[in-house]
């Protein structure tokens, strides 16, 4: 008997292999596939040379910046009293630069009254910025009217605790 289960281990570790071995080959066409088409595209080959760039065509237009005034808020909340230094820039169409020049005090009480409502304890999440910077964005947009603000870039955020 022992010759016998040997035999049929020995048939075990062979259709292991035969398993294995075009698995194995599946995986090494797939990573060889899967590089050259990286070549490809980050080469050029396949796109164009500035097709592969994000942003391309967003740099191409005419743009300028409206600063925002630096603001210094006070946050109320439960876990105590924090600071929280603010400044941004605005994004606008360089044709409607004039006009959101003018509109600088209405985009600056925008932002305060915003920062104001945000609870102090949603400022620490790791997303933050990122939420605060849309829903800034947001309220610029609808505030400009159509067209004008493309983007806000959030330059300054301190949050301090106070004793």
Same mark, same amino acid.
């Given at each position: 008997m022992s010759q016998l289960e040997n035999t049929d281990a020995k048939t075990d570790v062979q #259709? #292991? #292999?035969h398993? &294995?071995? +075009?698995?194995? !080959?599946?995986? &090494?066409? !797939?990573? *060889?596939? *899967?590089g050259g088409s990286f070549y490809a595209v980050y $080469?050029?080959?396949i796109m164009g040379a500035d097709d592969h760039v994000p942003g391309a065509a967003a740099l191409d237009m005419d743009? !300028?910046?409206? +600063? @925002?005034?630096?603001?210094? @808020? $006070?946050?109320v909340s439960p876990s105590g009293t924090r600071l929280l230094r603010f400044s941004g820039q605005i994004e606008v169409a360089s044709n409607s630069e004039q006009e959101m020049q003018r509109m600088q005090p209405r985009f600056t009480d925008i932002v305060n009254t915003y920062l104001h409502a945000v609870d102090p304890a949603d400022l620490e999440a790791p997303a933050a910025l990122i939420r605060l910077r849309s829903q800034i964005l947001r309220r610029l947009q609808t505030v400009a009217g159509e067209g004008h603000v493309r983007d806000f870039l959030i330059t300054e955020f301190i949050l301090k605790q106070l004793n």
């Open positions: #259709k #292991k #292999k398993r &294995i071995l +075009p698995l194995l !080959a599946y995986v &090494i066409v !797939a990573l *060889g596939l *899967g $080469s050029g080959l743009f !300028a910046y409206v +600063p @925002l005034e630096n603001m210094t @808020l $006070s946050l």
